[in-house]
T-cell receptor, first 113, second 110 residues
Framework: EAGVVQSPRYKIIEKKQPVAFWCNPI?????LYWYRQNLGQGPELLIR????????DSQLPKDRFSAERLKGVDSTLKIQPAELGDSAVYLC???????????FGQGTRLTVV | GQQLNQSPQSMFIQEGEDVSMNCTSS?????WLWYKQDPGEGPVLLIA?????ELTSNGRLTAQFGITRKDSFLNISASIPSDVGIYFC??????????FGQGTILTVHP
């Protein structure tokens, strides 16, 4: 069974440009997470979906970040415009149920120059 | 917000030695998960704990869910070079939120 798939793996953009990340969770997993991981730190939650509903977006900087999970399957995270401080690894994870184990994709390493 | 204190921050050990790391929190969690992350990769789930007091093994790895539900430990026995990496604990709430520790960097000298 395929794991969580993320693309792209790497992205380098100039500040003020937009960027989008895509995630396809494990088939059948209702819960989808987007995390941001800064160098030397643990992942920090940006947004969590139950099916197509965003149930926790309290840590998402809504002035520049947006996310969607149409049809409750794959998801897109967008930053517009990007800032230098957005450089980080963006991780997507999914779990079968609310309190289930979360499985991560390989992440997208974003560098904003 | 919820915070996890993971210790130690880093460990340098000889191959064959046993390793122990732990996480503590001021908040109660319903689940404890332990992950390993290699450079340039996403975290990989090692062990999941769902019940207070639960002790679970996965090969050379053993983890326990503290009886107070505020802590967990991970032990690695007879370490090998491929155990090198960053280990993260994560506490999960009843409504599905996962909070991660800051990680323990493990270095194993052959």
């Amino acid at each position: 069974e395929a794991g969580v798939v993320q693309s792209p793996r790497y992205k380098i953009i100039e500040k003020k440009q937009p960027v989008a990340f895509w995630c396809n969770p494990i088939s059948g997993h209702n819960t989808l997470y987007w995390y941001r991981q800064n160098l030397g730190q643990g992942p920090e939650l940006l947004i969590r979906y139950e099916n197509e509903e965003a149930v926790d977006d309290s840590q998402l900087p809504k002035d520049r970040f947006s996310a969607e999970r149409l049809k409750g399957v794959d998801s897109t995270l967008k930053i517009q415009p990007a800032e230098l401080g957005d450089s980080a690894v963006y991780l997507c994870a999914s779990s079968l149920e609310l309190q289930g184990s979360a499985f991560f994709g390989q992440g997208t390493r974003l560098t904003v120059v | 917000g919820q915070q996890l204190n993971q210790s130690p921050q880093s460990m340098f050990i000889q191959e064959g030695e046993d390793v122990s790391m732990n996480c503590t929190s001021s908040s109660i969690f319903n689940t404890w998960l332990w992950y390993k992350q290699d450079p340039g990769e996403g975290p990989v789930l090692l062990i999941a704990l769902y019940k207070a007091g639960e002790l679970t093994s996965n090969g050379r790895l053993t983890a326990q869910f503290g009886i107070t539900r505020k802590d967990s430990f991970l032990n690695i026995s007879a370490s090998i070079p491929s155990d090198v990496g960053i280990y993260f604990c994560a506490g999960g709430t009843s409504y599905g939120k996962l909070t991660f520790g800051q990680g323990t960097i493990l270095t194993v000298h052959p």
